[in-house]
């Protein structure tokens, strides 16, 4: 899991309480890796377009 680099100190957050540990939410977090398919294929497109010899 990738390290937050929200600091829970700031004012916002101040009226929130969490009970939870950054360890039981790792142990909920799912396995399903999202893919954005269309995406990847359009930048690998464009990678190859402005790749290409002219």
């Given at each position: 899991?990738?390290?937050?680099?929200?600091?829970?100190?700031?004012?916002?957050?101040?009226?929130?309480?969490?009970?939870?540990?950054k360890?039981?939410?790792?142990?909920?977090?799912?396995?399903?890796?999202?893919?954005?398919?269309?995406?990847?294929?359009?930048?690998?497109?464009?990678?190859?377009?402005?790749?290409?010899?002219?």
């Amino acid at each position: 899991m990738k390290s937050s680099n929200v600091s829970f100190d700031l004012k916002r957050f101040a009226g929130i309480k969490r009970d939870y540990s950054k360890g039981d939410v790792e142990k909920l977090k799912g396995t399903f890796r999202i893919e954005y398919t269309l995406c990847k294929s359009q930048s690998e497109k464009l990678w190859n377009l402005l790749n290409a010899e002219p």
